[in-house]
């Protein structure tokens, strides 16, 4: 299954900068770049010892292209485990070009995204989900998703589930072994170990399946759906919220024209803010689709942040009963969505109001997002509706959909075996069962793969990985 | 001069991708970077030798931050002639971040634009018109200009600069000496060959101060303006320029709102073409703003191109004398300017009308911007309108206005020198005039230099060169 061409792609981010970094992999790779390479000291390149560095100028014949660093890289010694080339030239987009287009007239083929990591995998230097890890490093923006893929990638995910799967085609081996001796009903596979075995995989796999949940939504970036009429301070509260952390911020238009989803860190989780129309507007127009459009959002979301102008909320009596017939309705429509009131500009009340706020409406969170006051406390409370544990505890969590449906699908494999044997079923019939859980575990890692597979999972890459 | 502290800044481009390069320059980067780095062989990075490369971990006490490979270049083999780190990570915007953190946490400072580029000019790596043609290298988007910034990179320009400053160094000292001697009248200077080599001082100045002419529009651009009302098919003509070369284009919003500056590189060499209005409307108010606007363009222009929609012409009879009148205007108006005609859309003509156009207009060029006719014709004029016989014979061409206006204060007092030997000027007085001479020089390769002009330089490069 290796390959026997010779693969060129740029591996820093496009653009101009200080340098830039073009990579080479394949069995030429070495002897390719020697040409097209002179050293200030005269060394030839196929001669040099991996993992070492050599000053020069790549050469086109007679025209100098750049003064560059050439890193040796030798089979297997490498990321994909082949000969690999890593020219770190200066980072003008003509010169990057240049050297590309240089190579791929000397032998080299542009490379397809995620090809260097695809090789890597077909060279054994990593599994398949670690392999899925590298693209989620890479997409990581917290430190939740940094934390997790990193996990993923050093192999604590896979090692998990490869430790299972050997035991289980261990037991697999000897049920198999028992029909070749069928006709002298023997038994080489302990019963009692194995049920405890079949438990012990159930449970590792339930738990694995569960921490999806929290897995994928830290992976999205958790969301939190913002109920409020516009200039209550939705993008002041943002603000805030993002100023208590040097984080990376990034807008996304949302799906529709009217919502803006703004993603901010919290404690090194991403939150993903959803804009919703306010409900008060709504209670005209119940059958509306903005107010369709607005439960759908807060269906979706994790937590409902309800934001309310505490000024505006002051300048009726009835807006305080009007304020909670709202959020009762709300409550009723999602009775398992975490609510919370939050009462904003509060910096401009006088105390009176405050304490009439406090009053009628104990639980809503008083803030100033302008001040700053209560947004530590609006993070907490954030932070303290999404169960983390497993993240904190350092667990392994599942965010990748693929990885899911391979889990629950060996699953319930494994407990069609614990049905097959608590009711005695035959061994030949078993053994079917665990081969079947034994594929989807193998799934996994990239022990059992095809091609399609494989082209589906690299086509995510960035090219020059 | 030498700095002590530590720098650290990301050299490859912001953004996303496969890899990013983090580099550390100063004289602890080693030391500062071994406890951070676990090999994954257990090395000690302190005891490394220089240009070789190493995988491991980034670690912030119990924290993994990421898997990367680590280089060391040793003082002085390193781009910055200190000790240099790089570290090869994935190309996580959070995870560049938390590294360039980390390393700022345990004694690194953020690098200042260029920085590394000032600390290798400091060390006597590169000399100053070197460490500029570095900048210009980084921005170079075609051919010519990476042509130009690599042969001053690679020393041709500072090589020329200094062998004249040693001679006129070698006689400044005779001169000087005579000074000491000047109650014996003695010449140790000999009269004959310092005119010689004042004669050739000037020549080469003369020609590189020339070289600016040409020099300073291939480095921005060689303007091109486009006279042509809206529809002829400006853009589409940009459009056909272009695909003739797999070329880098940008787009710059003009100055004015109005108009769009095209960038289109054409046999290595980068055109600008600028929007300008058409003449024809411009004939009814010629006092107004708009036309001095598009006489403005014009002027600041290397060529003008007319393009006219070879159908409107057509409509009427008139057409082609109005036509004629409005190129005259232009011709009377920019007498030095290049004119080039073009009739564009020929393809909806049919034989007669080809044949009306060429006998009326015979200095035309009959172009189909959207079959392609024509084009090819077009860029070879465009490029034959410039000369570019100092890029083609790799002659030395000055880029820089800082060199230009160094050049030409040198020229200035050489020729002052001149002046003095032919009028028997005394040798106290024409060595002021030689060391001021000698100063400009020294200015152009950094021998001589300030705090300030350093600033200016290093201040337009990029962070983390």
């Known amino acids: 299954m290796k390959y026997d061409?010779?693969?060129?792609?740029?591996?820093?981010?496009?653009?101009?900068?200080?340098?830039?970094?073009?990579?080479?992999?394949?069995?030429?790779?070495?002897?390719?770049?020697?040409?097209?390479?002179?050293?200030?000291?005269?060394?030839?390149?196929?001669?040099?010892?991996?993992?070492?560095?050599?000053?020069?100028?790549?050469?086109?014949?007679?025209?100098?292209?750049?003064?560059?660093?050439?890193?040796?890289?030798?089979?297997?010694?490498?990321?994909?485990?082949?000969?690999?080339?890593?020219?770190?030239?200066?980072?003008?987009?003509?010169?990057?070009?240049?050297?590309?287009?240089?190579?791929?007239?000397?032998?080299?083929?542009?490379?397809?995204?995620?090809?260097?990591?695809?090789?890597?995998?077909?060279?054994?230097?990593?599994?398949?989900?670690?392999?899925?890890?590298?693209?989620?490093?890479?997409?990581?923006?917290?430190?939740?998703?940094?934390?997790?893929?990193?996990q993923q990638m050093r192999g604590g995910f896979s090692n998990e589930i490869k430790k299972l799967r050997e035991e289980l085609l261990n037991f697999a081996s000897l049920i198999e072994l028992e029909l070749d001796f069928s006709e002298e009903d023997v038994e080489f596979a302990d019963r009692t170990q194995f049920k405890d075995l079949l438990s012990r995989i159930q449970e590792v796999l339930k738990k694995l399946i569960d921490s999806f949940a929290i897995g994928n939504v830290i992976k999205k970036g958790i969301p939190i759906a913002i109920v409020?009429?516009?200039?209550?301070?939705?993008?002041?509260?943002?603000?805030?919220?993002?100023?208590?952390?040097?984080?990376?911020?990034?807008?996304?238009?949302?799906?529709?024209?009217?919502?803006?989803?703004?993603?901010?860190?919290?404690?090194?989780?991403?939150?993903?803010?959803?804009?919703?129309?306010?409900?008060?507007?709504?209670?005209?127009?119940?059958?509306?689709i903005g107010i369709k459009k607005t439960f759908e959002k807060i269906e979706n979301s994790e937590v409902v942040l309800y934001l309310v102008d505490g000024n505006q909320l002051m300048t009726q009596e009835q807006n305080i009963p009007l304020l909670q017939t709202a959020t009762e309705k709300l409550q009723e429509k999602h009775p398992s969505k975490p609510l919370v009131i939050v009462i904003n500009k509060i910096d401009a009340l006088h105390e009176k109001q405050l304490a009439t706020i406090s009053e009628q409406l104990p639980e809503a969170l008083l803030m100033s997002a302008k001040t700053g006051l209560g947004v530590e406390q609006l993070q907490n409370k954030l932070l303290d509706f999404i169960n983390l544990g497993a993240l904190r505890n350092n667990e392994t969590i599942v965010t990748n959909s693929r990885h899911y449906n391979s889990l629950l699908k060996a699953l319930e494999e494994v407990e069609k075996v614990q049905l097959g044997l608590d009711e005695d079923l035959s061994a030949d019939l078993m053994a079917i069962d665990i081969r079947q859980a034994l594929y989807h575990f193998g799934e996994i890692t990239g022990e059992i793969s095809s091609d399609d597979l494989l082209g589906n999972i690299f086509a995510n890459f960035c090219i020059g990985k």
């Not at 000053?55 to 086109?60: A, E, Q, S, Y």
């Not at 010694?77 to 987009?93: A, F, P, W």
């Not at 240089?102 to 397809?112: D, E, K, Q, T, V």
């Not at 939150?271 to 008060?280: L, Q, S």
């Open 228 to 288: 409020g009429e516009p200039n209550v301070g939705k993008s002041t509260l943002l603000n805030a919220l993002l100023n208590e952390e040097r984080a990376i911020v990034s807008e996304i238009a949302g799906t529709t024209r009217d919502t803006i989803e703004d993603e901010i860190s919290i404690g090194g989780i991403g939150f993903r803010f959803i804009d919703t129309a306010g409900i008060r507007e709504t209670t005209d127009v119940v059958e509306s």
């Open 5 to 150: 061409d010779d693969i060129v792609a740029l591996a820093t981010p496009s653009g101009a900068g200080a340098i830039a970094v073009i990579r080479i992999s394949g069995a030429k790779a070495i002897s390719l770049t020697a040409p097209l390479f002179k050293s200030i000291r005269g060394k030839d390149l196929k001669k040099q010892k991996s993992h070492t560095v050599h000053l020069g100028h790549i050469v086109d014949a007679e025209r100098t292209l750049d003064e560059v660093l050439v890193t040796v890289f030798k089979d297997p010694h490498s990321y994909t485990g082949e000969n690999v080339i890593e020219v770190s030239c200066h980072g003008s987009l003509y010169i990057q070009q240049e050297i590309i287009q240089l190579f791929i007239r000397n032998g080299c083929r542009m490379a397809n995204p995620g090809e260097f990591t695809l090789r890597a995998f077909l060279n054994g230097k990593l599994d398949l989900s670690q392999a899925e890890a590298v693209a989620d490093l890479i997409s990581s923006d917290n430190e939740a998703n940094h934390k997790i893929a990193m």
